[in-house]
């Protein structure tokens, strides 16, 4: 009985041949455009994980701060051998660590541009994921190596003004507070990303120890990478339990990137001396998941208006079809189809429908989504600034298409379930002297 | 009667003490008289009484428009109690710097929240510092090296090298000073980077006394103070100090309610 419904069905949307191909492609585009949306949800969130987890972040951060006085704070960690060897064993999850400095300063040329800069102080030979997401246009990341260099971002030259081989003196206080300047030569310029590119630059670990006047062992952070960045939150935890236990004053956790503790929590606190914070990717990259947040609420706003214009349009379809098709209802179930056949009928009609449609439509995202990603679209800068990368990703998981397909065919199946009974509910003699 | 004979005999001192400084300060100095003369700078300009002034300040800087801010500076040397309330311009109007036993704090009205900052912090995103407006500190807080004799402009000036003493709280850890040795006046000052880069340059052209009756005796200040950023050339500050007045403050003046209250 159920493959007579189905034959019924397929043969109805064969039979009725432009209203089947509008429908279906209404379902397929939208099919598409909601893979493309995921894809593009999808492809900012990959790239700001990508570059923040990079330039700016570990997984798993192992900090802190030291306060010459109450007023007075430096984001810093001294003898970090010392903490790498607490951490020893401590961390199954770990892939690979990286250690960073983390400094402020002022970053004045000898052509007169000036402005204040978000240093990274990095050992080059020893970082794996940097090249691929720093790509320079100009110099060579490898002569970061060299004490007293610099790589700069491209949209910082205009207000700098310098390029490669130009000298430029950054200035700082120390962390005792007393103002110091090292010259340092620009040794590459790397192609923008985003907004972390827009007061970040790198400099050697030397030349940050130079500028500050800390001692060999002295640094910024402990950036730890774990197998699975979804491991962050426990790692964190059982670290700032392990340090403890070692004799190190830990702070709470608390979800703000290092530099808003710095300002606006550490400075506040009457304590003095050093303390160690361990953080996550998620707190150091906060105003990641505010962007992301608003990026998916929109997303949702456009599905929920895309659900809405999908119901409607096949409520309203099936509803004509059903219009259309009274006296034929008649005649099936004065031939003996009960009205289950008929219910089942019209679902599995709306189902052929939605299952053709969204696989169309399926096939249609991912060749756009490919298409976009080969064309490698650049966008504006100011959409550069969000995405973090000066071009289009669209990372199209199978997952999402999978959710999306099973999506809209459930709601083209529910969208004709009233129709459906409705044109179940029919007499079948009042149906055959329709005339419509 | 007593205490007026007491009273006529620090005058007198005060008197033959400044008597001796031109005469004391016209030729090269050994290192004693070098840090004689540091010690006479700073009691020269020393109050030991409350101090109120009003200040305008004008801020050049990169790429921005001049800003010129109005403020009043309270001071209480004998407690090193110090504090500066922003009038004008209007979006900086009740802001201030309050400074309680070496804790520098601001007070944001727009956000009613104090802030510990550090005392060598920029005012207010000027070029000055706490230090350019309190009382004077050279011979605590430095070591000078006497460098010679120089001709400044129109002035026979005594340069004179600082060097920070350890663990003393500032924000260059040396200072080049260009003392007027007619006047004992600081007309000139060059502020060093640990690295040895000059950071800033600071002139002094005009000073000013004042009688006060609790020292008792003249205090002076710079009238004029000019600040050249020597990294970022193109920022500076001009300051003005008018309408110092030396009467006794409120009691409960350097205090953050009656800051907050000013703000209002």
Redesign the interface.
């Known amino acids: 009985m159920g493959f007579t419904e189905l034959g019924i069905a397929a043969r109805n949307l064969l039979a009725h041949t432009k209203r089947t191909v509008f429908l279906g492609s209404a379902i397929a585009a939208v099919t598409g455009l909601l893979i493309l949306l995921l894809g593009l949800t999808a492809g900012i969130e990959q790239t700001m994980l990508r570059s923040g987890t990079v330039l700016m972040t570990g997984h798993v951060n192992v900090g802190g701060f030291i306060k010459t006085?109450?007023?007075?704070a430096a984001p810093l960690i001294t003898d970090y051998p010392a903490i790498l060897r607490a951490l020893e064993g401590h961390v199954p999850e770990l892939h690979h660590l990286v250690v960073r400095g983390r400094g402020f300063a002022?970053g004045?040329a000898e052509t007169?541009g000036?402005m204040d800069l978000i240093l990274g102080g990095l050992e080059i030979g020893r970082e794996t994921g940097f090249r691929q997401v720093v790509r320079p246009v100009a110099g060579s990341l490898d002569d970061l190596a060299a004490p007293r260099t610099i790589l700069l971002f491209e949209e910082q030259l205009p207000r700098l003004q310098v390029g490669v081989g130009d000298t430029l003196?950054l200035?700082a206080?120390?962390a005792q507070?007393?103002?110091?300047?090292?010259d340092v030569r620009v040794v590459a310029i790397a192609k923008s990303v985003g907004l972390m590119s827009t007061w970040n630059a790198f400099v050697s670990e030397q030349t940050l120890l130079e500028l500050y006047?800390l001692k060999p062992g002295s640094s910024g952070a402990i950036q730890l990478y774990l197998h699975d960045q979804r491991d962050a939150v426990p790692v964190a935890a059982r670290l700032r339990e392990v340090l403890a236990r070692a004799g190190y004053r830990v702070m709470e956790a608390d979800p703000q990137p290092y530099y808003m503790k710095l300002f606006q929590r550490v400075?506040?606190e009457d304590w003095t001396g050093f303390k160690l914070d361990v953080s996550t990717w998620q707190d150091e990259l906060i105003f990641m998941s505010w962007i992301l947040s608003a990026l998916n609420a929109l997303t949702t706003l456009l599905l929920t208006i895309l659900g809405v214009i999908v119901v409607i349009g096949i409520m309203n379809t099936l509803w004509i079809a059903i219009r259309e098709r009274t006296r034929e209802i008649g005649t099936l179930r004065a031939i003996g189809m009960q009205r289950r056949g008929v219910l089942r009928m019209f679902l599995l009609e709306a189902g052929l429908l939605g299952g053709g449609g969204t696989l169309a439509g399926a096939g249609l995202g991912l060749l756009v989504a490919g298409g976009i990603n080969r064309l490698q679209l650049a966008v504006p800068e100011s959409v550069q600034v969000v995405l973090m990368n000066d071009t289009l990703v669209l990372a199209v998981q199978p997952a999402a298409v999978l959710g999306a397909v099973v999506a809209v065919s459930s709601v083209t199946v529910l969208a004709a379930v009233y129709p459906a009974i409705r044109a179940a509910r029919l007499q079948p003699v009042s149906a055959m002297h329709h005339f419509g | 009667m007593r205490q007026s004979e007491t009273f006529v005999s620090i005058i007198l001192l005060v008197s033959v003490l400044f008597a001796q400084i031109p005469r004391a300060v016209a030729e090269p100095l050994d290192a004693a008289g070098t840090v004689a003369l540091l010690r006479a700078i700073d009691e020269r300009q020393r109050s030991s009484g409350d101090f109120k002034s009003l200040v305008y300040m004008e801020q050049k800087e990169?790429d921005k428009a001049d800003v010129v801010y109005e403020a009043v500076i309270y001071r209480r040397d004998a407690d090193d109690k110090w504090m500066i309330l922003f009038l004008k311009p209007k979006a900086e109007q009740g802001k201030g710097y309050l400074r309680i036993e070496?804790?520098?704090w601001l007070y944001d009205p727009t956000v009613g929240k104090w802030?510990?900052?550090?005392?060598?912090e920029k005012l207010g995103g000027t070029g000055s510092r706490r230090a350019d407006l309190d009382e004077s500190r050279l011979a605590d807080e430095y070591d000078p090296t006497y460098e010679g004799e120089e001709q400044l402009g129109a002035f026979k000036v005594h340069k004179i090298l600082l060097d920070?003493k350890p663990g003393v709280?500032?924000?260059?850890?040396q200072t080049r000073i260009w003392v007027d040795q007619a006047t004992g006046n600081i007309l000139k000052t060059q502020?060093h980077?640990?690295?040895g880069?000059l950071?800033r340059t600071s002139y002094f052209p005009k000073w000013q006394k004042v009688f006060s009756e609790s020292k008792p005796g003249e205090i002076w200040y710079p009238q004029e103070l000019r600040f050249y950023d020597e990294?970022?050339?193109?920022n500076s500050t001009l300051i003005l100090i008018k309408q110092v007045d030396l009467r006794p403050l409120d009691a409960n003046l350097f205090t953050k309610a009656w800051l907050e209250s000013k703000s209002r």
């Open positions: 006085s109450s007023g007075q002022k004045v007169g000036a003196t200035s206080p120390t507070g007393v103002n110091n300047t090292v006047r400075t506040q | 990169r070496k804790n520098l802030e510990r900052r550090t005392e060598r920070a709280d500032v924000a260059y850890p502020e980077a640990l690295s880069r950071m990294v970022d050339r193109a």
